[in-house]
T-cell receptor, first 112, second 119 residues
Framework: DAKTTQPTSMDCAEGRAANLPCNHS???????VYWYRQIHSQGPQYIIH???NNETNEMASLIITEDRKSSTLILPHATLRDTAVYYC?????????????FGSGTRLSIRP | GAVVSQHPSRVICKSGTSVKIECRSL??????MFWYRQFPKQSLMLMAT?????????EQGVEKDKFLINHASLTLSTLTVTSAHPEDSSFYIC???????????????FGQGTRLTVV
């Protein structure tokens, strides 16, 4: 079973920041927070991951709370091409717990 | 990022026949590959994990005799759906783990998926 909970859907205006929350209250000390997205009829695309520090790359920023029980993915300037299902996943890096188990995700719609 | 290629992207087959789907890591050697299935409007469901040179590990409820997985080389894994039936129609996606230099990188990259329709 997925170890994260996310809102079913969200929408955001084009050009604004999209903030996608994720709860992972049972995360273990050796588990990382990963974000992937899936555009319709395509394979998932890696976005970003982190352990406890906030992370930023060319696609997004990841903010992890100090207790690590929740996180937020931030798309700073959303475009129509960011419309997708976003999956928040917790996983270890090694062993059986490193499998990527997908939950229901958040369907993000970007409106013009 | 690393590239994972699936072939074919779409396939239609008759009920009772078998279909093979290939998953290739194009610019890295993948010691571990994963196979997922996704029904319309649902999330991805992990079917099995395959390690190069050994038998695949199937998730609970997945029939290993129906979904044959072969991971004979570090760049190729295949999923064969045997005696396919209409209920096997789905979107099948593979993922490959790139161990990176020294084997410490555990990023997983996904193929573009294969849409199987059984008629």
């Amino acid at each position: 079973d997925a170890k994260t909970t996310q809102p079913t859907s969200m929408d955001c205006a084009e050009g604004r920041a999209a903030n996608l929350p994720c709860n992972h209250s049972t995360i273990s000390g050796n588990e990382y927070v990963y974000w992937y997205r899936q555009i319709h009829s395509q394979g998932p695309q890696y976005i970003i991951h982190g352990l406890k520090n906030n992370e930023t790359n060319e696609m997004a920023s990841l903010i992890i709370t100090e207790d690590r029980k929740s996180s937020t993915l931030i798309l700073p300037h959303a475009t129509l091409r960011d419309t997708a299902v976003y999956y928040c996943i917790v996983r270890a890096l090694w062993g059986s717990a490193s499998k990527i188990i997908f939950g229901s995700g958040t369907r993000l719609s970007i409106r013009p | 990022g690393a590239v994972v290629s699936q072939h074919p992207s779409r396939v239609i087959c008759k009920s009772g026949t078998s279909v093979k789907i290939e998953c290739r890591s194009l610019d890295f050697q993948a010691t571990t590959m994963f196979w997922y299935r996704q029904f319309p409007k649902q999330s991805l469901m992990l079917m099995a994990t395959s390690n190069e040179g050994s038998k695949a590990t199937y998730e609970q409820g997945v029939e290993k005799d129906k979904f044959l997985i072969n991971h004979a080389s570090l760049t190729l894994s295949t999923l064969t759906v045997t005696s396919a039936h209409p209920e096997d129609s789905s979107f099948y996606i593979c993922s490959a783990r790139d161990p990176g230099v020294g084997g410490w990188n555990t990023e997983a990259f996904f193929g573009q998926g294969t849409r199987l329709t059984v008629v």
